[in-house]
């Protein structure tokens, strides 16, 4: 077997060498540092990508051959790398302004109605937010809304929540034979549809689901069941005819409230699951269960942002005497 | 300047249309000669040498396009003619395809040729379906003569030429939303890379060219490259239609020599013939809706005081400071009553319409835009609105898929840039503002 010869990048000061072919974005996910926002790229969608613009870096070095910087901010999911190529991301000045807007873009019209969306706590227009959003709108203009649609028994389409990333139309297009899901009109009032709000009967369809990054395609088995930080990962397989059956399970005591496909650390799923393991096999009975997982939550509800960080008060001593300095109470004071 | 035409001089001719009075005008002659003398390379050798720049607004260079494209054998290559024509302000292809349409089948066939592509299209956008008949009839006639089919000119070179066309969307302009609708699907730009010329058509290596890029090439086959280069000036060489429009006497579809002063072009009788009704010169939208408004001060001159010309390199001169663009040659003059503020909101909807909706900062961007500059036009704008434009046209701008960004975020930006004291004008005197007719002055600007 021939060698191939890997091309070194340097992303934020930082080298990697990936095989050629290799987009920014993956490189940067294989150096594991400095990786750009992702919400319409999908590893596992082809053709996905490049539409949501949050992931756009700098590229001030094209490659060894042709060291001329790249004219425009250029989207990394979608842009191979090239030997000796130079990318600034978070060192830019230039990349965090331009993805500021990207943010803004995608936030006027959407309904921050993240107090009543299942997607809350593991949505990524959120972290996105929280990273790179403004505190205060600049927009004052009515929002645009939509209708909710029932797209068959499991799943429920809220388009207002939709930011347009293209990932359920992917996944649509590589589940079925005809095109049955897509988008309709132009412009800020696209939609996505199925054919005439006809159902996607693929028994693969409840990967919509997984692939949204935002609250706009939802379980309708667990709708307003639970905010998802008070559910627990459980990690379970079976076997199943159709799928690979391996899945994570998510408990309120001693209820699986939720069944999803197993996330990788960029939140994308590892296998497709299903509409059986899914939606059908909520009892713990019908799984082997490997174990609680520390699932990898990317999202600021897991950064401590909202959740104490140790489940006691530190100060001991203090507690123990019982005058209520030192606890939490006190200190909430 | 010479005052030679190359693409409009039979424009005129009764039955021009016909092919017989076509090739009595000589034409079809750079079919026969590409086939029986040049041959492929040598053809795109003359396009190269006759510096023709791409029409559609981009101005990037026709042959070197060509020789981009991806030749490995066994891939068929196609080429498809760019007839979609929306930009606001541009009218020259539909003036062109509909008056002399066999200039564009044999710039198709010598194309085609040239580039060993055996099946073409001309995508034309869909409201002009009379241009569609025209072509077709073309088509048919120059079949019946045996340029086109099977075997042409005894060769053993085939070539099924194509017209379809869009739906009415400005987007299916841009080559690959194009090449997606020609395809069936729907008309989003692709991300690129692949360009076409590797991956365009069935994702096979194809060309994308403008009408008028592609009727100019039976001259220069006939004439020879360098005879092209001769015309214009420096890098912008040939000729150029030209679509005048807006406040001036002679509106219409004009093709110049490159290089023609803009102030000749405006007020001489060949042209313009000036501006109507005794009025003074406002502003210029010297290459279609896309390209930054610049005021009256600006258009005729640079801001180093030379004479501008209608060439590439001399409107563009002073970047987006001070110059603009020669786009696609949509030529737009505004006399001293156009309130620029209303023009603004008017291209911005246009945008907002037209945009595909695939890239958050196009779909999202150019609604708010076109919602502020409403409220401004209407007498509800904020001091805070005009700098908010101007960042939010700042933040769409080269952040998109496709050129469309741009396009829309330009003129939003250089209105503001030229034209502030109006935008404030508005801003502060929202009741006189909204009069009928009313219309802020600044006579520094007018000529
Ligand atoms: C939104 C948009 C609309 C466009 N519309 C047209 C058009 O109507 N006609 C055209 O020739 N080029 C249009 N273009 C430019 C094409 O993408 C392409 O550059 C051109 O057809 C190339 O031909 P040329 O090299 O001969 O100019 C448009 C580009 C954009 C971004
Ligand atoms: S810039 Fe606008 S028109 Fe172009 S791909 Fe993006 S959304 Fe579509
Ligand atoms: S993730 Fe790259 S553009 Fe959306």
Redesign the pocket.
């Known amino acids: 077997m021939s060698e191939i010869s890997l091309f070194k990048v340097t992303i934020d000061g930082e080298e990697v060498e990936v095989a050629p072919g290799t987009t920014i974005l993956q490189a940067a996910r294989q150096l594991g540092k400095h990786v750009p926002p992702a919400m319409c790229y999908y590893t596992k969608l082809q053709g996905s990508g490049g539409k949501c613009r949050t992931c756009i870096v700098k590229v001030t070095a094209g490659s060894t051959k042709d060291p001329r910087p790249m004219p425009k901010l250029v989207a990394s999911c979608r842009t191979p790398v090239m030997d000796g190529m130079v990318v600034a991301n978070e060192t830019s000045p230039e990349v965090i302004e331009a993805r500021k807007g990207v943010t803004e873009f995608l936030l006027i019209n959407h309904p921050l109605d993240c107090p009543i969306c299942d997607q809350a706590g593991e949505c990524h227009l959120q972290d996105l937010g929280y990273e790179h959003g403004a505190q205060k709108t600049r927009y004052d203009f009515e929002r645009r809304t939509f209708d909710k649609i029932d797209i068959g028994p499991y799943v429920q389409l809220h388009m207002t929540r939709c930011i347009l990333c293209y990932r359920c139309v992917y996944t649509a297009d590589q589940i079925t034979d005809k095109r049955v899901h897509g988008v309709l009109d132009r412009g800020d009032h696209s939609e996505i549809s199925t054919y005439i709000e006809k159902a996607i009967t693929n028994d693969f369809s409840g990967n919509v689901i997984d692939v949204c990054p935002v609250g706009a395609l939802t379980d309708k088995t667990f709708r307003f069941k639970s905010r998802v930080w008070f559910t627990k990962p459980v990690y379970a397989h079976r076997n199943c005819p159709k799928c690979t059956g391996k899945v994570t399970l998510w408990y309120k005591g001693d209820d699986v409230l939720r069944v999803t496909g197993r996330k990788d650390k960029w939140g994308e799923l590892e296998d497709f699951i299903c509409n059986t393991c899914r939606f059908e096999t909520k009892k713990t009975a019908d799984w082997v269960i490997e174990g609680v997982v520390n699932v990898d939550r990317h999202s600021v509800i897991s950064q401590n942002k909202y959740t104490l960080k140790a489940e006691k008060p530190v100060v001991p001593e203090l507690a123990s005497k019982h005058t209520g300095e030192g606890t939490w109470d006190h200190q909430l004071k | 300047m010479g005052k030679i035409k190359i693409l409009t001089k039979d424009i005129g001719t009764p039955n021009l249309q016909n092919i017989d009075v076509y090739i009595s005008k000589g034409g079809y002659a750079s079919v026969e000669k590409a086939i029986k003398t040049l041959g492929p390379d040598a053809v795109v050798e003359e396009v190269k040498k006759s510096g023709l720049r791409?029409?559609?607004?981009?101005g990037?260079p026709?042959g070197m396009?060509w020789s981009f494209i991806d030749k490995t054998p066994g891939k068929s290559r196609y080429l498809v003619c760019?007839a979609?024509?929306?930009?606001p302000g541009t009218f020259k292809d539909r003036y062109l395809m509909a008056e002399n349409p066999h200039v564009l089948i044999e710039g198709m066939i010598t194309s085609s040729f040239a580039l060993g592509a055996n099946r073409s299209y001309i995508y034309v956008r869909g409201e002009l379906i009379y241009v569609v008949r025209i072509l077709q009839k073309a088509i048919d006639e120059a079949k019946a003569k045996g340029y086109l089919g099977k075997n042409i000119l005894g060769s053993g070179f085939d070539l099924d030429l194509n017209v379809t066309c869009g739906a009415g969307a400005?987007?299916c302009?841009?080559?690959t939303a194009l090449i997606e609708s020609l395809e069936g699907k729907r008309g989003n730009p692709r991300i690129k890379p692949p360009f076409p010329a590797i991956a365009g058509l069935w994702g096979m290596p194809t060309v994308?060219?403008?009408?008028e890029?592609i009727a100019a090439v039976p001259w220069i086959v006939v004439n020879g490259g360098e005879e092209y280069a001769k015309l214009g000036i420096g890098k912008s060489t040939g000729t150029k239609l030209i679509s005048a429009g807006g406040h001036i006497n002679k509106p219409g579809v004009y093709e110049i020599e490159l290089g023609v002063p803009v102030e000749e072009f405006i007020y001489s009788d060949e042209y313009c013939g000036g501006i109507w009704k005794n009025r003074k010169l406002k502003a210029v939208v010297a290459g279609g809706s896309s390209v930054p408004i610049l005021p009256a001060n600006l258009i005729t001159k640079t801001a180093n005081g030379e004479a501008r010309l209608m060439s590439y390199e001399s409107l563009s001169d002073g970047g987006f400071a001070t110059g603009t663009m020669l786009g696609?040659g949509g030529f737009i003059a505004y006399d001293e009553t156009a309130c620029i503020v209303k023009n603004t909101w008017n291209f911005a909807r246009f945008y907002h319409h037209e945009s595909c909706g695939q890239c958050s900062p196009c779909r999202e961007g150019t609604g708010w835009m076109e919602k502020v500059l409403h409220n401004i036009e209407h007498g509800h704008g904020k001091p805070s609105d005009i700098d908010l434009l101007v960042d939010v046209a700042k933040k769409i701008e080269g952040n998109t898929i496709?050129?469309?960004g741009d396009?829309a975020a330009w003129p939003v930006a250089s209105a503001v840039r030229h034209f502030r004291d109006e935008f404030e004008w508005h801003i502060k005197n929202p009741s006189a503002a909204t009069q009928p007719g009313a219309v802020f002055r600044n006579e520094a600007v007018l000529a």
């Open positions: 791409g029409r559609g607004g981009a990037f026709t396009k760019n979609d024509e929306s930009e400005y987007i302009g841009e080559e994308v060219n403008n009408v890029s696609s496709c050129p469309l396009a």
